[in-house]
């Protein structure tokens, strides 16, 4: 009797999956940052800047990942999610440095939830090569 085991996941798609696991762990913070800054902890704010650095510093290099799985594996989904979640968050970076809290925040909640529910479509199913798997 022959088994066949289960599909996994390429080196490229490790990478990805790594580089989203930290992106989203950045981007959690954030909200905890900004909430510190505005319970009157001026501290808070100088976090919430740093919080924002790294976050967009991560989307960044998420994105050059994410390349590298289309390149590699001939998936262009987690690139283009990539580069919407990207330009939505260098908005909200420029629209914090402006004090257009009016976008900035609706934005903020906005980016959090489209790198929580990529981390969750990440770890879901493995990352092949197009056509290696059955979906």
């Known amino acids: 009797m022959f088994t066949v085991a289960p599909p996994r996941t390429a080196p490229t798609g490790w990478m990805l999956r790594a580089v989203v ?11 905890v940052f900004a909430g510190v800054y505005l319970s009157g902890d001026y501290a ?6 740093a919080g924002a650095n790294t976050v967009t510093s991560i989307g960044y290099l998420q994105m050059m990942v994410a390349i590298a799985v289309w390149v590699r594996l001939r998936r262009a989904r987690p690139f283009l999610i990539t580069t919407a979640v990207v330009a939505a968050e260098t908005v ?11 976008l900035h ?10 790198v929580v529910v990529q981390f969750i479509d990440v770890w ?4 092949l ?4 798997d059955d979906d």
């Not at 950045?26 to 909200?31: D, L, N, Y």
């Open 124 to 127: 879901r199913r493995p990352l």
């Open 92 to 102: 909200q970076y420029f629209a914090g440095l402006d004090g257009t809290l009016w």
């Open 44 to 49: 808070g704010l100088s976090l919430h800047t």
């Open 21 to 31: 696991s930290a992106h989203a762990l950045a981007i959690a913070g954030q909200p």
């Open 105 to 114: 925040l609706p934005l903020g909640v906005t980016t959090v939830v489209a």
């Open 129 to 132: 090569r197009k056509g290696a």
